[in-house]
C-alpha cells in the first residue's frame, strides 16, 4: 500500500510539475482579521542529503526531529502585517551536501484553526539563484497552461480564485497567487554539491 501510495505521489507529482495536471479543492473563507505568515519550505529529493549553512532573513526551523533527515528539511517564515499592502522579501540560503533535487514548497504557516481560515498570503518574483545559473521556471507566474494555471508548478490545491491577473495586485507584471499552509506552490531545482544557493520570494497579506 505504501508503494501504491508513493507512485501516485510521484506520478501527480512529475505530472504537476509539467503543467499538465491541475487539482482543485473547495475554498475555506478567510477571515482577514487573522495574522498572516510568509513561508518557505526547502529539502532535498526523498529527504536524501542535508542542507548545509542554512541561514534566512525569517525564522528557521526544522520541522523533522530524526537525526537521519533533521538537517534536509528547513523552514523560513516571516510574519506579515494583515494590514499592509506592501510586499515583503522572504529569503532563504543553503549549500547542498551532494547533488540532486531541492523542493521549493511556497506556503503560509500551520494555525490551530485551518479548517476554517486559510490565513492565505499572495506570493510573486519567486527565484532561486547560484554559480551555476540555476533558476526557477515560470518565477513570475506570468506563463499561464492551458487550463489558466502557471506553468511548472506543482499545485496540489489549485483553484481559479487563487490566481490574480490584475497588475495592481502583482508584486510585478500582472500574474500573483495566492497561498496558505494546505495549499502551497511547489517546483524542484537541480543543485550542486557544496555550492551557496538562495531561494527568494515576495509575500504581501491577502
Excluded at 13 to 27: E, I
Excluded at 113 to 119: E, G
Amino acid at each position: 500500500m505504501k508503494k501504491i501510495r508513493f507512485l501516485f505521489f510521484a506520478v501527480s507529482l512529475f505530472l504537476g510539475l509539467s503543467g499538465s495536471a491541475v487539482y482543485s479543492q473547495t475554498q475555506t473563507a478567510l477571515d482577514l482579521s487573522q495574522e498572516r505568515s510568509a513561508r518557505i519550505d526547502v529539502y532535498s529529493a526523498n529527504k536524501g542529503f542535508d542542507l548545509l549553512n542554512v541561514t534566512s532573513n525569517g525564522n528557521l526551523q526544522k520541522p523533522s526531529s530524526d537525526s537521519k533527515t533533521k538537517n534536509r528539511w528547513y523552514i523560513s517564515y516571516l510574519k506579515l502585517k494583515k494590514d499592509s499592502k506592501a510586499w515583503t522579501e522572504l529569503w532563504i540560503e543553503f549549500t547542498p551536501a551532494s547533488s540532486g533535487n531541492v523542493f521549493i514548497e511556497l506556503r503560509g504557516s500551520i494555525f490551530s484553526d485551518l479548517k476554517t481560515n486559510h490565513h492565505a498570503v499572495w506570493v510573486d518574483d519567486v527565484s532561486v539563484t547560484g554559480p551555476d545559473s540555476v533558476s526557477i521556471k515560470n518565477g513570475s507566474f506570468e506563463t499561464l497552461n492551458a487550463k489558466g494555471f502557471p506553468e511548472w508548478w506543482f499545485w496540489p490545491a489549485a483553484s481559479k480564485d487563487n490566481l490574480s491577473v490584475d497588475a495592481n495586485q502583482a508584486h510585478a507584471g500582472k500574474t500573483c497567487v495566492s497561498v496558505y499552509h494546505d495549499g502551497q506552490i511547489i517546483q524542484n531545482v537541480t543543485v550542486k554539491a557544496n555550492k551557496k544557493y538562495r531561494v527568494s520570494a515576495w509575500f504581501k497579506a491577502y
